[in-house]
């Protein structure tokens, strides 16, 4: 679980810190009038994509982490209520 959250984490740093990169590598690009995905196309392109990758990745490990908190919570729920109708 530790390494789920630390994956988390890590990917949605790494994420915001390619972002703000990016954002003065690239001094024509205006934030308020264009999509966070242009920044894909162009010399930096490559970055980009990975930040999009690894944001994926550390969705799927925050999305494997409410999972299993999900389970957990019912399985206590489901022993209360077995000792609460005993």
């Keep these: 679980m530790a390494g789920a959250a630390r994956l988390t984490l890590a990917g949605t740093l790494f994420f915001l810190a390619v972002v703000l990169t990016l954002h003065f590598l690239r001094r024509d690009y205006d934030l308020t009038r264009r999509f ?41 729920l489901r022993v209360v209520a ?5």
Excluded: D
């Design 36 to 76: 966070l995905s242009e920044f894909a196309v162009g010399p930096y392109g490559a970055l980009m994509t990975t930040a999009f990758s690894v944001l994926g990745l550390s969705a799927c490990a925050l999305a494997s982490l409410v999972l299993l908190w999900l389970l957990l919570l019912a399985a206590r």
């Design 82 to 86: 077995k000792t609460a109708w005993r």
